[in-house]
């Protein structure tokens, strides 16, 4: 196990700046970017708190609850720590070993404290990475027993300096699942003089029995405008001049993380080169798209402007722009215009006003169908971008799909204007491509099993989507099951014939009673798939109504009725007679079994 302090650097870890609500606070450095022994700490390290009033931003209901539970004396045995990477996890660990240790300044405190000094023996020991009663373990590369072996022969001792013995066990979602079972019972009654705190950013992955027996704080995304407000604090302290504009770049890169931020932050100093950190040299840095670039290439698009858009595109590419990276801008874009018009709301936090005017605008132009279809040709279009062997190539192409599918009306109206002159489903703006000829007349089957068939051939490029318009008609209960079977859904097929009780049905509607057995979900699953398959909306609700006989109840009542028919034939008794013990196993009507040539046996 590795452990903190025995042949530790302490280095490492030495006491560093943490920003606090009044700015930066000297927690050891005297400034500057090198440290005692003269090598570089990078800002990540070098910016690390050291204390909660220092810059846990973004997590104040943490803090909170920390500090109410230290002021009562309410001090849990294990915490679980989880969120993504760089957010604090394993700062907060080491935290939380100093706050249940520290002694104070004048070395007479005798209880934990959420305000650990920093300067008596124990919280400087910590900080240092030399304290013997603190232990900390990566998890990801001590996965087995015998690691957690160690750790359980350990409690048994009291500390030897600190108040409190702590085990810091980071990653701890990677520990096997014998090191899970050996950890449970210690876990669960440790000795009073032990602590453990757990670190994971796969919170899914670590056993219920562990996450029972600890109290567990969620650590959030920190917001792009507390990002960018302590990436200005450190350029600040730095004497390192910054734009808002490429601070802020830099805190969306981040997506969230303290730590990527200031790893993106320390990658721009370097890039300056002493100078002004500005917005485009920290987009070419990024390999991002200018972001009014990229909505006046989403713009063009939607209108179908195909050769504009394409030269857009050029012009970014060969300006350094990631080619992965300008279609995640198109989808933050597309979702940022669909939620803002369906919301009425405004774009992400910190959005120049320049750019939620347009947004704005686009949303206004644009319906939810044709957004929502943008957004599934976005996706596809992301991984086709990840696989191509060129990338730029893929974009194109998910372009050119984009700009035809942007022009296409919904469903609804295609089947409203079937016969109607034609539509007009070619780029504007740029293409050479004339609108097809109109449609023929489609007529409509009347039933499931009728196939469906056009008076004349339609257009090439209108074919997929009538196709797809098109409904199919179930008219009953019994059909709905045969749909089922026919699509090969056999978990649909056994809840459909053993846990549903009709209770009505009508085209678009049904009305069901569920057997116990059921799980909640189901309404919603089968409303999905009938929508799937037929193409129109169905609403599936749950009645309280006795409603049918399930139809495996129902197959079961008929079998009794044929058994007993067929128990009162006089052969059939004869038979029986003749035979002891002999049973009825089926019964079939004579004219359904196909008979080979000849004389075929009979049941």
Same mark, same amino acid.
């Given at each position: 196990?590795?452990?903190?302090?025995?042949?530790?650097?302490?280095?490492?870890?030495?006491?560093?700046?943490?920003?606090?609500?009044?700015?930066?606070?000297?927690?050891?450095?005297?400034?500057?970017?090198?440290?005692?022994?003269?090598?570089?700490?990078?800002?990540?390290?070098?910016?690390?708190?050291?204390?909660?009033?220092?810059?846990?931003?973004?997590?104040?209901?943490?803090?909170?609850?920390?500090?109410?539970?230290?002021?009562?004396?309410?001090?849990?045995?294990?915490?679980?720590?989880?969120?993504?990477?760089?957010?604090?996890?394993?700062?907060?660990?080491?935290?939380?070993?100093?706050?249940?240790?520290?002694?104070?300044?004048?070395?007479?405190?005798?209880?934990?404290?959420?305000?650990?000094?920093?300067?008596?023996?124990?919280?400087?020991?910590?900080?240092?990475?030399?304290?013997?009663?603190?232990?900390?373990?990566?998890?990801?590369?001590?996965?087995?027993?015998?690691?957690?072996?160690?750790?359980?022969?350990?409690?048994?001792?009291?500390?030897?300096?600190?108040?409190?013995?702590?085990?810091?066990?980071?990653?701890?979602?990677?520990?096997?699942?014998?090191?899970?079972?050996?950890?449970?019972?210690?876990?669960?009654?440790?000795?009073?003089?032990?602590?453990?705190?757990?670190?994971?950013?796969?919170?899914?992955?670590?056993?219920?029995?562990?996450?029972?027996?600890?109290?567990?704080?969620?650590?959030?995304?920190?917001?792009?405008?507390?990002?960018?407000?302590?990436?200005?604090?450190?350029?600040?302290?730095?004497?390192?001049?910054?734009?808002?504009?490429?601070?802020?770049?830099?805190?969306?890169?981040?997506?969230?993380?303290?730590?990527?931020?200031?790893?993106?932050?320390?990658?721009?100093?370097?890039?300056?080169?002493?100078?002004?950190?500005?917005?485009?040299?920290?987009?070419?840095?990024?390999?991002?798209?200018?972001?009014?670039?990229?909505?006046?290439?989403?713009?063009?698009?939607?209108?179908?402007?195909?050769?504009?858009?394409?030269?857009?595109?050029?012009?970014?590419?060969?300006?350094?722009?990631?080619?992965?990276?300008?279609?995640?801008?198109?989808?933050?874009?597309?979702?940022?215009?669909?939620?803002?018009?369906?919301?009425?709301?405004?774009?992400?936090?910190?959005?120049?006003?320049?750019?939620?005017?347009?947004?704005?605008?686009?949303?206004?132009?644009?319906?939810?169908?044709?957004?929502?279809?943008?957004?599934?040709?976005?996706?596809?279009?992301?991984?086709?971008?990840?696989?191509?062997?060129?990338?730029?190539?893929?974009?194109?192409?998910?372009?050119?799909?984009?700009?035809?599918?942007?022009?296409?009306?919904?469903?609804?109206?295609?089947?409203?204007?079937?016969?109607?002159?034609?539509?007009?489903?070619?780029?504007?703006?740029?293409?050479?491509?004339?609108?097809?000829?109109?449609?023929?007349?489609?007529?409509?089957?009347?039933?499931?099993?009728?196939?469906?068939?056009?008076?004349?051939?339609?257009?090439?490029?209108?074919?997929?989507?009538?196709?797809?318009?098109?409904?199919?008609? @179930?008219?009953?209960? *019994?059909?709905? &099951?045969?749909?089922? =079977?026919?699509?090969? $859904?056999? #978990? +649909?097929?056994? !809840? @459909?014939?053993?846990? *549903?009780?009709? &209770?009505?049905?009508? =085209?678009?509607?049904? $009305?069901? #009673? +569920?057997?116990? !057995?059921?799980?909640?979900?189901?309404?919603?699953?089968?409303?999905? =798939?009938?929508?799937?398959?037929?193409?129109?909306?169905?609403?599936?609700?749950?009645?309280?109504?006795?409603?049918?006989?399930?139809?495996?109840?129902?197959?079961?009542?008929?079998?009794?009725?044929?058994?007993?028919?067929?128990?009162?034939?006089?052969?059939?008794?004869?038979?029986?007679?003749?035979?002891?013990?002999?049973?009825?196993?089926?019964?079939?009507?004579?004219?359904?079994?196909?008979?080979?040539?000849?004389?075929?046996?009979?049941?």
């Amino acid at each position: 196990m590795a452990k903190k302090g025995k042949g530790s650097d302490a280095v490492a870890d030495e006491p560093a700046l943490g920003l606090s609500a009044g700015g930066l606070s000297a927690g050891g450095l005297s400034g500057g970017a090198a440290s005692a022994s003269g090598a570089y700490r990078v800002l990540a390290r070098k910016y690390r708190p050291q204390t909660f009033e220092d810059a846990f931003i973004g997590q104040a209901a943490m803090v909170r609850t920390l500090a109410n539970a230290f002021a009562a004396g309410r001090i849990a045995h294990a915490f679980m720590l989880t969120g993504v990477r760089g957010v604090g996890k394993t700062t907060t660990a080491r935290i939380l070993a100093k706050a249940l240790n520290c002694i104070g300044a004048d070395g007479k405190r005798k209880e934990p404290t959420v305000s650990p000094c920093g300067a008596c023996e124990p919280c400087t020991s910590i900080a240092e990475s030399r304290n013997i009663d603190v232990y900390e373990m990566d998890a990801a590369s001590n996965t087995g027993i015998d690691d957690i072996r160690e750790i359980i022969e350990g409690v048994r001792y009291a500390p030897a300096q600190a108040r409190y013995k702590v085990y810091i066990i980071d990653e701890v979602h990677m520990l096997s699942k014998q090191a899970f079972n050996g950890l449970l019972k210690t876990l669960e009654e440790p000795p009073p003089h032990v602590k453990f705190v757990f670190a994971t950013t796969e919170i899914r992955k670590v056993p219920i029995t562990v996450l029972s027996r600890c109290q567990r704080f969620d650590l959030k995304r920190v917001p792009v405008d507390d990002l960018v407000a302590h990436l200005a604090a450190i350029c600040k302290s730095e004497s390192q001049g910054a734009s808002d504009a490429a601070l802020r770049q830099i805190a969306r890169a981040a997506e969230g993380s303290v730590r990527d931020a200031l790893s993106l932050l320390d990658q721009a100093f370097a890039h300056a080169g002493g100078g002004m950190i500005e917005e485009e040299p920290v987009r070419v840095m990024l390999g991002l798209a200018d972001r009014g670039r990229g909505l006046e290439l989403f713009e063009r698009l939607m209108r179908g402007a195909i050769a504009e858009a394409l030269a857009e595109f050029r012009s970014q590419y060969d300006s350094g722009a990631d080619p992965l990276a300008v279609m995640q801008d198109m989808t933050q874009i597309c979702h940022e215009v669909t939620r803002v018009k369906v919301s009425g709301g405004t774009t992400h936090a910190g959005a120049p006003e320049s750019e939620a005017r347009r947004v704005g605008e686009l949303g206004a132009k644009l319906t939810v169908p044709q957004l929502a279809r943008t957004w599934q040709l976005l996706l596809k279009a992301l991984s086709e971008v990840q696989s191509a062997p060129d990338g730029a190539a893929a974009v194109e192409m998910a372009m050119i799909r984009i700009a035809f599918a942007a022009e296409l009306p919904p469903t609804e109206q295609l089947l409203r204007t079937a016969g109607s002159p034609a539509l007009a489903v070619a780029p504007r703006g740029g293409s050479s491509a004339s609108a097809p000829p109109a449609p023929p007349p489609l007529r409509m089957s009347a039933t499931r099993n009728e196939s469906v068939t056009a008076q004349a051939e339609p257009s090439a490029s209108l074919a997929p989507v009538v196709a797809k318009a098109l409904l199919l008609e @179930l008219r009953n209960f *019994v059909e709905v &099951v045969e749909l089922a =079977r026919e699509k090969r $859904e056999a #978990r +649909l097929v056994y !809840a @459909l014939e053993h846990w *549903v009780h009709l &209770v009505a049905f009508e =085209r678009g509607r049904l $009305e069901l #009673r +569920l057997n116990p !057995a059921a799980p909640a979900t189901f309404p919603g699953e089968l409303s999905d =798939r009938l929508a799937k398959w037929t193409g129109e909306r169905w609403i599936v609700s749950v009645s309280s109504a006795e409603g049918e006989a399930t139809l495996a109840d129902q197959a079961q009542a008929e079998e009794q009725v044929r058994h007993a028919s067929a128990a009162q034939d006089p052969l059939l008794k004869a038979a029986m007679a003749m035979f002891p013990g002999a049973r009825i196993v089926a019964v079939r009507d004579r004219d359904a079994l196909v008979e080979p040539e000849g004389n075929g046996e009979r049941e």
